[in-house]
């Protein structure tokens, strides 16, 4: 167990938590605001990843392929909104659960049908990819890094969108009352039409960033948005402060201990059955700790008591 | 009668004539489609008891299904291979019994229920959703890399199990198993619903603090009600993995978790025989489209779209008039 092996490790988990922060912020601030619990958030990374694939193997320019990602995520995402999320802010959270899981049937087997059941491959941008030394001596992959900072650039932007700018104010007031924030004259429909598109471009950035170093396939969003779920559920729903705090500690927590947990059973135990308990509970690990985290504080770290 | 009434009696009419006929006919294949959805069925009228009476929006119930299967694949293994369990301490020996993976199937998946309520309970709306369902994975990605009984491959069990008296190699006799299965449990639901513990129940998804307010204890019933509705989802685990001679982490899978939801939605919430409508009609969809195209999924998806919103009352709705109850 060395130190290079530490740093490369918690890197990894950075790099996932930053990633898992793209889809768990706009998975909050949907339920924020509108309510609402959207399953269909995975899909929109499909589709992003899906779009991002697509336009770098017909342009080349990885840039233009995220950004084509995210366009095509706010699209879908504005779409579905006016189409049939609209019709269920009013209902209660099994119908949307439902309604969305129908979205989630209709865009798998949609990309199935349009793309194939073969995974497609993104490369990473050549001027992003091979290792970076780091301080230390410390190789690590160049691509990898910028994730990191694209995801903490992310966070810094919607913060201060959140915080600072004049729609920020208006959703974050209708996060509060939304009838009030109505009355004096903001135009709720499009707010909510534009909160759901800014969650669902950060979905397909997310999908687009994360395809260069995953395959892309059908069915890719799904574990994602279970893990985004676990991230909310811990940092407190409709908190964007705590999807960033629970993205962090499960994308830690799930690198961390996919690596070191069957290291730590070594200890004591013959390697055989130490490597296959630590990566069962490693695999469980996020889970256990999110149940603790509810028994502790059932509305999450940072989330409204009531 | 009233108009449920006859459309509940001519589903069960459906559910007994097919099979039959089915059986004159020799068409098993049929009757293999019967079971199926029959099995959904039960597993669904195990969830709309937590769903529709209590309110409770499981999004993991598939643990109990899968708990039911792996049950049935545990024991059914150990038979196979002639070899007991923990060989060292306590030496248990498999079996092919039904009646007895019945019995362990019901134990182990109300115990799981009883261990996932007491936790998720502390939560409400949304986030019950998101833990039962985050507990769904935690099953799903425990039994994937459990690979002492297959990981993700899963087992296969060569023969199915045994019943007392009857061959149950034999279709139409492993059928009437499960129906008869189906039936008692839909005998148990009615008369949980008609009990002062299900008028308590239904109350306290209703009205939570004026169930408090009179002495009652809303939580207690609604742990009781999610352990039921638990064991009764896992007995069709064991039911399904028998039909299929085969259990895989699958049916951890979330997206079984939403399918036993569908079955219930499809059907109409709250209904006695809403859970047995949507499955049948699940079944005969995934048999009927799945010939028309390989992306069935997407009618299915637009399918339940229509249903949550311009049908709310489900299949049975839509048949039988103004829903009752749900709200």
Redesign the interface.
């Known amino acids: 167990m060395s130190a290079i092996l530490i740093v490369e490790q918690v890197l990894n988990g950075l790099q996932f938590g930053v990633m898992l922060f793209l889809m768990a912020a706009g998975l909050t601030l949907i339920?924020g605001v509108m309510g609402l619990?959207n399953l269909a958030h995975g899909s929109l990374y499909m589709i992003g990843a899906f779009i991002a694939a697509t336009v770098a193997g017909l342009t080349g320019s990885f840039l233009l392929a995220v950004v084509a990602a995210m366009a095509a995520g706010a699209m879908a995402g504005a779409l579905i909104e006016m189409t049939?999320i609209r019709?269920l802010y009013h209902t209660d959270?099994?119908?949307q659960?439902?309604?969305t899981?129908?979205?989630?049937?209709?865009f798998?087997?949609?990309t199935?049908?349009l793309f194939g059941s073969f995974p497609l491959y993104l490369d990473t941008p050549a001027l992003l990819s091979g290792p970076v030394t780091l301080p230390g001596g410390i190789e690590y992959p160049r691509y990898r890094l910028a994730l990191i900072a694209a995801g903490l650039a992310v966070a810094l932007g919607l913060w201060l969108l959140i915080a600072k700018t004049r729609i920020g104010i208006q959703i974050r007031a209708g996060e509060n009352d939304r009838e009030m924030i109505a009355a004096l004259g903001v135009d709720i429909r499009t707010l909510y039409t534009f909160v759901f598109a800014l969650g669902a471009a950060l979905a397909g950035l997310a999908g687009a960033l994360v395809g260069a170093i995953q395959s892309v396939q059908v069915g890719m969003g799904?574990p994602v948005l279970?893990l985004a779920?676990?991230v909310?559920?811990i940092g407190g729903?409709g908190s964007i402060k705590g999807a960033f705090v629970g993205a962090l500690i499960v994308g830690l927590t799930d690198t961390l201990g996919g690596v070191f947990l069957p290291e730590l059973f070594k200890l004591f135990m013959e390697p055989a059955s130490a490597t296959?308990i630590g990566?069962?509970l490693s695999?469980?690990a996020i889970?256990?700790l999110?149940?603790a985290v509810?028994?502790w504080r059932?509305?999450?770290l940072f989330g409204v008591r009531t | 009668m009233t108009r449920e009434g006859y459309v509940n009696s001519a589903l069960v009419a459906a559910l007994i004539g097919v099979p039959l006929w089915a059986h004159v006919a020799g068409e098993p294949f049929t009757i293999t489609l019967a079971t199926r959805a029959v099995i959904f069925a039960l597993a669904a009228v195990g969830l709309n008891l937590a769903?529709g009476l209590g309110g409770l929006?499981s999004?993991g119930h598939a643990v109990f299904f899968g708990i039911g299967g792996y049950a049935m694949g545990i024991l059914a293994y150990h038979a196979q291979i002639y070899s007991p369990m923990f060989p060292d301490t306590l030496a248990i020996e498999g079996t092919k019994s039904m009646p007895v993976i019945w019995l362990v199937a019901i134990l182990c998946s109300a115990l799981a229920a009883f261990v996932i309520g007491l936790?998720s309970l502390?939560?409400t709306?949304?986030?019950f959703?998101?833990?039962t369902?985050?507990?769904g994975?935690?099953f799903y990605?425990?039994t994937?890399?459990?690979?002492a009984y297959g990981g993700e491959d899963g087992l296969s069990i060569y023969i199915r199990n045994s019943f007392p008296g009857l061959n149950t190699l034999v279709p139409i006799q492993f059928y009437a198993l499960c129906f008869a299965l189906l039936g008692g449990a839909l005998w148990l639901s009615a008369r949980i619903a008609r009990s002062p513990f299900g008028l308590m129940l239904n109350a306290s998804r209703q009205v939570p603090h004026r169930v408090e307010t009179v002495g009652l204890n809303g939580q207690r019933a609604k742990l009781l009600a999610f352990v039921i509705s638990g064991a009764i989802t896992g007995l069709a685990g064991a039911l399904f993995a028998d039909l299929n001679r085969f259990v895989s982490p699958t049916m951890f899978s979330?997206h079984m978790s939403?399918e036993i939801?569908?079955f219930v939605?499809l059907g109409g919430?709250a209904r006695l025989f809403g859970p047995v409508a949507g499955a049948v009609l699940f079944v005969a969809m995934e048999h009927v489209l799945g010939d028309l195209s390989?992306?069935?999924?997407?009618y299915?998806?637009?399918v339940?779209?229509g249903i949550?919103?311009f049908a709310?009352g489900g299949v049975i709705g839509l048949l039988a008039g103004q829903a009752k109850g749900h709200d």
């Open positions: 339920f619990i049939v019709r959270h099994l119908d659960v439902l309604a899981f129908a979205l989630i049937l209709i798998s087997e949609g199935r049908a799904e279970i779920f676990v909310i559920v729903i296959q990566a069962s695999s469980m889970y256990l999110m149940a509810l028994i059932p509305t999450g | 769903l929006v999004l936790l502390r939560t709306g949304v986030y959703i998101m833990i369902l985050a507990f994975q935690m990605y425990f994937i890399s459990w690979s979330w939403g939801m569908i939605i919430v390989d992306y069935w999924h997407i299915l998806g637009a339940l779209l949550v919103l709310r």
